[in-house]
């Protein structure tokens, strides 16, 4: 199983829609999670972070639920500046610091 | 707003060659890293430093690899003998504690040819 899982997509949605993304990460001991951005070629960049049971920042929520080592992100009327590839990450505090990202799911909002 | 810079933006170099990637993270931040990404794959984490020192480095960062923070402000990678499998683009992040965000930079993209 990979260490944190994301559905690749595309997602192609209209502007104005609400889209979903969904991670599952495999290490129960866990302890931070994240959303980030990236646009092609150019650096991650944090969107927002995960705590506890979740948190909401302008069109943006994202949700953790911890029994199921799931999250989510929803967000609310797309614009076409949201296109991008949405990375989820996880740090794992077991002495680690790295964080370890999944593959990223795109999103296409369309005019 | 502090950021974390890097350079050069891209690097082209033959086979065999050494390159140093050079950062500068945030500056109040004590935590070090270098990610890279393959085209077209995902981030993958290469080494953490803290207080002068490697705290974790993955199985991707073998002898070729060094990491350096030669003074106060700049942090760097070396890669001794570059392959051709080494190009990718080669992020800096740093943050103020092991648990919390990262900040990254713009990257460097190498090319080994």
């Known amino acids: 199983r990979k260490e944190v899982e994301q559905d690749p997509g595309p997602f192609n949605v209209p502007e104005g829609a609400t889209v979903a993304f969904n991670c599952t990460y495999s290490n129960s001991a866990s302890q931070s999670f994240f959303w980030y951005r990236q646009d092609c070629r150019k650096e991650p960049k944090l969107l927002m972070s995960v705590y506890s049971s979740g948190n909401e920042d302008g069109r943006f929520t994202a949700q953790l639920n911890r029994a199921s080592q799931y999250i989510s992100l929803l967000i609310r009327d797309s614009k076409l500046s949201d296109s991008a590839t949405y990375l989820c990450v996880v740090n794992t505090d077991t002495g680690r610091r790295a964080l370890t990202f999944g593959s990223g799911t795109r999103l296409q909002v369309q005019p | 707003e502090p950021e974390v810079t890097q350079t050069p933006s891209h690097q082209v170099t033959q086979m065999g060659q050494e390159v140093i990637l050079r950062c500068v993270p945030i500056?109040?931040?004590?935590?070090f890293y270098w990610y890279r990404q393959i085209l077209g794959q995902k981030v993958e984490f290469l080494v953490s430093f803290y207080n002068n020192e490697i705290s974790e480095k993955s199985e991707i960062f073998d002898d070729q690899f060094s990491v350096e923070r030669p003074d106060g402000s700049n942090f760097t990678l070396k890669i001794r003998s570059t392959k051709l499998e080494d190009s990718a683009m080669y992020f800096c992040?740093?943050?103020?504690?092991?648990?919390?965000?990262?900040?990254f930079g713009p990257g460097t993209r190498l090319t080994v040819t």
């Open positions: 992040a740093s943050s103020g504690d092991p648990i919390r965000e990262q900040y």
């Open positions: 500056s109040n931040h004590l935590y």
